[in-house]
């Protein structure tokens, strides 16, 4: 494990509330991935049970639509979480991560984590921690853009 590894792990959001050695442990299973332009991380109806965390550029989220045309949903940007629900629920993903010019990624796998329970029990939970405040904050995004969207269709408030 190298130090430069140690640092990306300790200045992502794993590593929000764990400690020196807690970020050791957590950099011993986690790699890092980067990706050219265009590369795909994962697609639509994958299952993958890795989750990524962006250390640079940028990811778009795409989704194939029933016309044949893939739309961008989002794009992710250094420090956020990507493939976080896969990560957790094993499921197929409902969308396309791809970079866009290019990006890198800190890489930890389900069984990695896992394997930490036993020795690490803290660090396991707070890493589980920052997943679900992840997933927490692009509900609460999503719902903020369903209002958005219903006040715009439905031209109340006065806003539009």
């Known amino acids: 494990m190298s130090k430069e590894l140690v640092e990306k ?27 050219p332009d265009d590369e795909v991380l994962i697609a639509e109806g994958a299952i993958d049970d890795s989750l990524y965390v962006m ?50 990624v800190l890489v930890l796998k389900r069984e990695d984590l896992e394997s930490k329970l036993e020795t690490h029990p803290h660090m396991v939970y707070q890493v589980m921690r920052s997943v679900v405040r992840s997933g927490h904050d ?9 209002v958005e969207l219903t006040n715009y269709i439905s031209k109340t408030h006065g806003r539009y």
């Open 9 to 35: 792990v300790r200045g992502s959001r794993l590593a929000q509330d764990i400690s020196e050695d807690e970020c050791a442990a957590l950099a011993e299973i986690t790699s890092v991935k980067t990706l």
């Open 55 to 104: 250390l640079s550029g940028k990811l778009g989220v795409t989704k194939h639509t029933a016309g044949g045309e893939d739309m961008t949903l989002h794009v992710l940007c250094a420090g956020e979480f990507a493939g976080q629900m896969g990560f957790v629920d094993g499921n197929e993903h409902t969308a396309t991560l791809k970079a866009l010019g290019g990006a890198e």
């Open 138 to 146: 692009i509900l609460r995004r999503m719902n903020n853009q369903y």
